[in-house]
Each structure stands twice: as C-alpha cells, then as structure tokens.
T-cell receptor
Framework: EDQVTQSPEALRLQEGESSSLNCSYT??????LFWYRQDPGKGPEFLFT???AGEEKEKERLKATLTKKESFLHITAPKPEDSATYLC????????????FGKGTRLSVIA | DTEVTQTPKHLVMGMTNKKSLKCEQH?????MYWYKQKAKKPPELMFV???????INESVPSRFSPECPNSSLLNLHLHALQPEDSALYLC??????????????FGNGTRLTVT
C-alpha cells in the first residue's frame, strides 16, 4: 500500500530562520511527487512536481529535493507570509492511481 | 484567484434539502476530481472523471451524486446529507488522469455545513 508520512506535524519558526520539512514515502514505482501549499479556508496551491531521485526545484524561498525514499522542502529565510500547511502527495506509476496525500506540516513563521 | 472556480463559496443546508455544488475550469484539462477535506486533515478523494466519464468512485455514499455535463464543468449533487458531511469540498482538474505532467489544480472549495 502506498503511504506518505510528513514531519513534523507543526513547525514554528522565527522570521529568517531557515528549516526543512520532510516527506517520507513508500510507493510501488514513483510516477511523481507533488508539493502543495494550503492557506486556511482555501484550496491547495500547486508548488512543485519531482519525478526522479536527485531532482531539485526552486521557487522564491522554497526548494524541493527528492531521494528514493523521501523529499524535503527547504525554506530559506522564511517570512510570515510563508505560514501555511504544506502538503506532500505521491502518485504511483501503475495505472491511473490517484494521489496519496500526507497529513501535512502546519508552518507558522513569527515576525 | 485560481483557474478552477467553485460555487458557492459557502453553503448551509438542512438534512432534507437538495443542493448542488458547481465547478468550472477553462484550462482544457480532461480530468476532474471531487475531494472532501475535514479540518486539519488532507483532502480525501471522492470521484474522478476522465474525458467526461466517471473513472473512480471511492465508495462514496449515494447521497453524493456527481455529474460531468462537459469537459469544463463538474457538479456534485447533494441530497439527505448528515451533519458529519460538513466539510470543505474541493474540485480539482488535471491535464489527464495519471500523466507525468498532470499536477492537480484545485479550486478554493465550497464550505458546506449540514444542520
């Protein structure tokens, strides 16, 4: 069974304090790993897709990396507006399988 | 603003009411999805339509009835709901179902309260 585990569940950072969020996964052949950001009361906003180990993607203060077992979302010098829940999801290669989501990491950045 | 538009944003309904949630996308995507999300939980897949045909029903109770009138529109018809069905209902679309370049694009959801 495909599984996604995100850690920590919640993270509180001071503005400018860099850190990383973890997404560990087990999947029967990875088609893609997706990162989303979700603000309260809103739908998830797509951030990145990663397809193979060693791949990296960047967007502003965010950088996503991928290994064969996990992905990290690195946040450099975060600002209060980066506060949100970050969701990780994987899609298996076999058939038209839907995304499997992790439970998310709730990030709070304090000014 | 997102490219997937959901209406209404908020809905309060009684257990005997019939209502519908609507979703529209104009990105040319051929797969559309309904998700249910409870507070502090990840989205849970309900239905997937691929090329306007229902391809996945995740054992959703029959009081939820999806409809895909065309490739841009997706409806969710609600009837005889229970208070535990109160949640954020999210619509999403992707270029295709399961393709390598098919991240889901979500709308901002309908906040449903069943009284």
């Amino acid at each position: 069974e495909d599984q996604v585990t995100q850690s920590p569940e919640a993270l509180r950072l001071q503005e400018g304090e860099s850190s990383s969020l973890n997404c560990s996964y087990t999947v029967s052949g990875l088609r893609g790993l997706f990162w989303y950001r979700q603000d309260p009361g809103k739908g998830p906003e797509f951030l990145f897709t990663l397809y193979s180990a060693g791949e990296e993607k960047e967007k502003e203060r965010l950088k996503a990396t991928l290994t064969k077992k996990e992905s990290f979302l690195h946040i450099t010098a975060p600002k209060p507006e980066d506060s949100a829940t970050y969701l990780c999801a994987v899609q298996a290669r076999s058939g038209n399988t839907p995304l499997v989501f992790g439970k998310g990491t709730r990030l709070s950045v304090i000014a | 603003d997102t490219e997937v538009t959901q209406t209404p944003k908020h809905l309060v309904m009684g257990m005997t009411n019939k209502k519908s949630l609507k979703c529209e996308q104009h990105m040319g995507h051929r797969a559309m999805y309904w998700y249910k999300q409870k507070a502090k939980k990840p989205p849970e897949l309900m239905f997937v339509y691929s090329y306007e045909k229902l391809s996945i029903n995740e054992s959703v109770p029959s009081r939820f009835s999806p409809e895909c009138p065309n490739s841009s529109l997706l409806n969710l018809h609600l009837h005889a709901l229970q208070p535990e069905d109160s949640a954020l209902y999210l619509c999403a679309s992707s270029q295709g179902q399961g393709g390598n370049n098919s991240p889901l694009h979500f709308g901002n959801g309908t906040r449903l309260t069943v009284t």
